[in-house]
């Protein structure tokens, strides 16, 4: 699968959850992340909100000066679970709208520690890229190891041809 050079990056959309998780070294990596993401001159797209990691990366980002998006469902707005979306906001009506949006907004995906919602996400792009509908790159930050046992069933499932290999 082609992917994007570095110097094409743009736009990255960046999956993480509204909880900063208790290892305090994923709050820095969120940080830490938005950090270079404004160093590079990289645009920032996220799910919208300003709790947990979501809160770190798009806050560091926006004061450090990239432009921010955040994309969320109204539902989550109405319901605030997520908080203040920090930069611009972009509503949308569901969260497969979401998910369409990021992708035509963003040139690359990275994943931070995170819940259920995060791996949503991410495997959507996943499968969406296995389909030949996008030919962007996607990535796990993979803090303390978080991701190790999930590395290690993608592992297991191309090992078992559940996963082509062009798509691992």
């Known amino acids: 699968m082609e992917g994007n050079s ?50 770190c990366v798009s806050t560091v980002a926006h004061v450090g000066g990239s432009q ?33 949006k990021m992708l035509n907004n963003s040139d690359a995906f990275i994943a931070l520690p995170s819940g259920v919602g995060t791996l949503e996400e991410n495997f959507q792009i996943a499968y969406w890229a296995q389909l030949n509908i996008h030919h962007k790159p996607l990535g796990l930050l993979n803090v303390d190891g978080f991701f190790n046992k999930l590395l290690s069933f993608l592992d297991q499932a191309g090992e078992e041809n559940f996963i082509p290999h062009s798509a691992q």
């Not at 208790?22 to 709790?51: C, Q």
């Open 68 to 100: 921010v998006l955040g994309i969320i469902p109204t539902v989550l707005v109405e319901g605030n679970f997520v908080g203040k979306t920090v930069g611009e906001e972009l509503r949308v009506p569901t969260m497969q709208d979401r998910i369409s």
């Open 6 to 55: 570095a110097h094409q990056i743009k736009s990255i959309c960046v999956f993480c959850g509204s909880n900063p998780g208790k290892n305090a070294k994923f709050v820095k990596a969120a940080n830490n992340l938005g950090k270079v993401l404004t160093k590079r001159k990289i645009h920032l797209v996220y799910g919208g909100g300003s709790l947990g990691l979501m809160g």
